[in-house]
């Protein structure tokens, strides 16, 4: 709680002594911050929330004695500016179509979309679950990019449930950005040394973000799916990341540019989970037999034949 208090104060002095601070010397941290150097952004750090931090406190003084109800208000606005900075920095993340459709959004639904950037994961979670089902709008691109830019599990988890829901271009430009994104970094060795978990995770939200790129027939995804193909199908992801769920994602989108790459997982006999097939049938298939539907579905083949 007492972190939480801290960090909205100094988001709080941000957003209302900003303009008076100096320009260039917030620049310059901020820089500092943002750069390679992790000595120097962890200084620079300590000296931006200094700078903001200080003029709040005074301005709060002590209320040690003030009313509960008083106090609860302070916390309150205290907490809305923070979900308040998150909207401005996921806004300033948008590419420039996106904006202008968040933008619009947000003046319809200012109250949802301040409760999407909320302190505590249910709020945002409960948020995502009322967003209208608007193809090719804010909300569109709100339930992609909470998918990208939450830093909480179980968002991430709703925001791909949601996102599932729309089949649109805006939906897929989002999570296509995601795909791409959680392949790169990790590629890049963006990892610290005991964070092979988070591998793991992205690599099951990587596989359904796939098939959600399949529900929106993006054929733009191929290359960026390709590319997390090759990179999560080394064995250590393989339990999180199902080949074959992508294999079939390819399938449906039915590009000819994924026949060399599901080529290769041809004779794969993994076991695939056995499903349903009708009333007592029950369906035993490996990763080689649905990449050899998926190929017969790009060229456009008779299973039968």
């Not at 089902?133 to 599990?153: C, E, M, Q, R, W």
């Amino acid at each position: 709680m007492g972190v939480r208090i801290a960090a909205s104060a100094a988001l709080f002095v941000y957003a209302t002594s900003a303009a008076a601070q100096d320009d260039a010397q917030l620049k310059r941290l901020v820089e500092q911050i943002a750069g390679a150097n992790k000595s120097e952004a962890a200084d620079a750090t300590d000296e931006l929330l200094d700078l903001l931090s200080e003029p709040v406190a005074r301005a709060l003084g002590s209320i040690e004695n003030r009313p509960t109800g008083q106090k609860r208000r302070l916390y309150l606005v205290l907490g809305r500016l923070t979900a308040r900075i998150r909207v401005q920095l996921f806004r300033a993340e948008l590419p420039t179509g996106d904006r202008t459709l968040f933008d619009t959004f947000a003046q319809q639904y200012p109250e949802l979309v301040e409760r999407l950037f909320h302190d505590h994961a249910d709020k945002r979670i409960a948020a995502l679950e009322q967003l209208p089902i608007i193809p090719n709008s804010g909300a569109s691109v709100l339930a992609a990019g909470k998918i990208l830019f939450d830093d909480d599990a179980s968002v991430v988890d709703a925001a791909l449930k949601v996102a599932a829901k729309f089949h649109d271009p805006v939906t897929a430009r989002g999570v296509r950005r995601f795909v791409r994104t959680a392949t790169d970094d990790l590629a890049g060795g963006i990892l610290e040394p005991g964070e092979a978990v988070v591998e793991l995770v992205l690599a099951g939200y990587v596989q359904r973000a796939i098939s959600i790129l399949a529900g929106c027939n993006d054929r733009d995804a191929t290359p960026d799916i390709l590319e997390a193909l090759e990179y999560f199908s080394k064995h250590a992801n393989r339990v999180f990341f199902d080949i074959g769920e992508v294999a079939l994602a390819l399938g449906r989108l039915g590009d000819q540019r994924a026949a060399d790459a599901l080529m290769r997982y041809l004779d794969d006999d993994t076991a695939r989970p056995v499903r349903s097939a009708g009333p007592g049938l029950l369906m035993h298939q490996t990763v080689g037999d649905v990449v050899l539907l998926s190929l017969l579905r790009i060229y456009k083949l008779d299973p039968s034949e």
